[in-house]
């Protein structure tokens, strides 16, 4: 009998799309698996290029999960899948918007229960905490997490964080100046196509239990240590500042602007000021830490 696989994914610049389109290309091939693909369709969509104001007014609902109306969900709630895969993209160390949507979709809980389900995340390099927020959704529909393939940029951190900038305020993805392109590079889009071979295995033989390790094994879940305590950290602020704008309204009201923009100073000065001397501390104390160092890449690897 043949196979079915769901593949969800919502994408503002493509990157996300071009990720799913290289990884699923070998399964699409093959005559026993039928890919059903659902696009997330926000009401609004969400603004590409951003302005600076409307970018961080994603924050508060990011953060705090906050829904936003999505086009009703055009798969068949009745459909038995196989497999379920989720491509996101994190914003603001949290799922995006249009995934708090779709996990608290009566229907899409529907179509997840007792299924198996792997993410896809194509991001700028922080994902550890929002991956965690993922996992907890698929486990309150009754899914089973089934496996993880990350797809950052793996440009120097201060470097991508320019470059990302100008990409999403400006819409201007290319090289400039000592800031590389933008974004997941071309040639990891490219060879993600490998993962795409490692899911077919799996649905063919029955053996999707092992597919979470095969995927590790294929190096498809890269960890970066330095970046975990930024991460924890991070969050537990982007909390407060989240409930400090939420005071003064909901998405898009522009009496939060200024507290947004107060957020926005923030986090410029702890990603610009703060996080290279945590990772100089990272990197001068993590000799001693070696053990702690590995139990943490092996827990978010899993
Ligand atoms: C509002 C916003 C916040 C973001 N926050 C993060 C983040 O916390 N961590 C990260 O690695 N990337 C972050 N990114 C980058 C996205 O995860 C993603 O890689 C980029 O937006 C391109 O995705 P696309 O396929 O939707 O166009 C953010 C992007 C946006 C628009």
Redesign the pocket.
């Given at each position: 009998m043949n196979k079915k696989i769901l593949v969800i994914y919502?994408?503002?610049?493509?990157?996300?799309?071009n990720i799913v389109k290289s990884i699923m290309a070998p399964v699409i091939e093959k005559k026993d698996v039928e890919v059903v693909f659902e696009e997330l369709k926000p009401i609004p969509s969400f603004p590409f290029p951003?302005s600076s104001d409307e970018?961080f007014q994603?924050m508060p609902e990011?953060v705090k999960g906050i829904p936003c109306m999505l086009e009703p969900l055009s798969v068949d709630d009745k459909a038995d899948f196989d497999l379920i895969i989720v491509a996101y993209?994190?914003?603001?160390?949290s799922p995006?918007i249009p995934y708090h949507s779709f996990f608290k979709n009566e229907k899409a809980q529907k179509i997840i229960r007792g299924k198996p389900v792997v993410t896809i995340i194509?991001?700028?390099?922080?994902?550890v905490m929002?991956q965690e927020q993922i996992k907890q959704y698929i486990t309150e529909a009754g899914g089973f997490y089934a496996g993880n393939i990350v797809l950052?940029d793996k440009a120097p951190n201060l470097l991508s964080l320019v470059s990302?900038i100008r990409w999403?305020i400006k819409g201007k993805k290319e090289k400039h100046l000592i800031f590389p392109e933008a974004?997941v590079s071309q040639q990891d889009i490219h060879d993600a196509v490998r993962f795409g071979h490692i899911i077919y295995e799996a649905i063919h033989k029955n053996n999707i239990p092992q597919l979470r390790n095969e995927l590790i094994k294929a190096r498809a879940v890269e960890v970066q240590p330095q970046l975990i305590m930024l991460e924890k950290r991070g969050k537990a602020f982007f909390h407060i500042w989240a409930d400090f704008a939420l005071k003064k309204g909901g998405y898009g009201s522009k009496d939060r602007n200024f507290r947004l923009r107060l957020f926005k100073y923030y986090l410029l000065t702890v990603l610009y000021l703060v996080s290279p001397f945590a990772t100089m501390l990272f990197f001068l104390v993590s000799p001693l830490r070696r053990k702690s160092i590995q139990k943490q890449i092996h827990r978010y690897q899993q």
């Open positions: 919502y994408s503002q610049t493509g990157q996300l799309t951003w970018f994603a990011s993209q994190p914003w603001f160390l995006s194509g991001c700028r390099n922080m994902w929002a950052r990302i999403l974004g």
